[in-house]
């Protein structure tokens, strides 16, 4: 019998947005629901099928239950969405998460500076966008034993091709950094957060981790403290690693994520 398959999935999410400019080119930092960070994340996991099994059946047992059943996000065709949720579910579904083990979290923060903006993206959302994602895949991508499957949460201005070219570029540069290049084996797709369960988990995620930043409200994050993998501060440069510095942008279990360990976040 032929060996199956091994197979990893990352389901792919952001919150935030990539826009400084508005319509009219109007700059928007400064006005009223203008979002200052980009944060873009995903959740790794082998064992897709139990992963969202849980979130269905999570789901269901919410729409059975005399207690929520009624709240306004539950209608017809809904799914777990962490702004839209009503804050009984929200309580709830975190909760829920802190007892889901099978996955992984990485997350990219991107704080925006108009600047920057400029300089590194040409003033261009889908630039600063994908390079984003490009920082959130690279060194993920390093089992040539593996096929990936990567799904990238649809929105309004997703491309396959500009995702698929993060995908490359990330692999080309871990690849530049290996005695011995690999050949990476990969799928990618963009798709409907209300047909994929499983984006539910990194959307949470993302709006606990957001939730703390700019409201300085923890409760969600420290909840779900213990899933999160890696968050990358990408553009905090004052805590760039260097030498004998004591100091590090990438936070994991060893370096916990703390607002009073990173750079005060312009909002």
Known sequence: ????????????????????????????????GYQPLLLIGMIETENRKLLRKSILEFQKN??????????????PGWYLHAIEDHPDIRTKFVSHLRSLDGFRTF??????????FARKHNNNPVEFYYDMLYHLLKDRLRDESVTYHLYLAKRQKTKMTFFEE???????????????????????????SSEYPELSVIDYMLWSLQRYIRKNESRFYEALLSKYNLIIDLYDTANYSKANSGKSNYYNSSNIFNLDKCSEFTL
């Open 62 to 75: 919410l729409e059975a239950d005399p207690l929520f059943k009624s709240l306004h996000s539950i209608k």
């Open 1 to 32: 019998m032929p060996e199956q398959e091994k197979k990893i999935y990352f389901f792919i999410d952001e919150s935030g947005d990539p826009n400084f400019y508005g319509k009219g080119k109007k700059l928007l930092v400064g006005n009223e």
């Open 166 to 192: 993060s995908v490359i570029k990330a692999i080309d540069r871990d690849n530049q950094r290996r005695k011995n290049p690999i050949k990476v084996t990969y799928k990618c797709d963009v798709v409907l």
């Open 107 to 116: 997350i990219v923060i991107g704080r925006k500076d108009v600047k920057r």
